[in-house]
């Protein structure tokens, strides 16, 4: 079975960074598709970046140049370096892996940019 676990959520202030965190088990994340997306209050779940088993990334306009997704498949991890926040990247973020047929995703963490 799949897990997927995210951390690194917090309260920041506009301008602030946080890294989010994706430890992933029972799946070999070098093998998965991997994707950020987040869902604020009232608002649909959106795809924030992805990053695929190929290498290519994508990412929402809203966050170019101000996130990055990577991973680290020695630790089976994916990373979403968030910088420069502002308060509509507040939300609740989740990690997708998708492997074939299969969808996995985690139980998310909260995202709060406010001063």
């Known amino acids: 079975q799949v897990q997927l676990v995210e951390s690194g959520g917090g309260l920041v202030q506009p301008g602030g960074s946080l890294r989010l965190s994706c430890v992933a088990s029972g799946t070999i994340v070098s093998m998965n598709d991997m994707s950020w997306y987040r869902q604020a209050p009232g608002k649909q779940r959106e795809l924030v970046a992805s990053?695929?088993?190929?290498?290519?990334?994508n990412y929402a306009d809203s966050v170019k140049g101000r996130f990055t997704i990577s991973r680290d498949n020695a630790k089976n991890t994916v990373y979403l370096q968030m910088n420069s926040l502002k308060s509509e990247d507040t939300a609740v973020y989740y990690c997708n892996a998708v492997f074939r047929w299969r969808t996995s995703w985690g139980q998310g963490t909260q995202v709060t940019v406010s001063s």
């Open positions: 990053n695929t088993s190929g290498g290519s990334t």
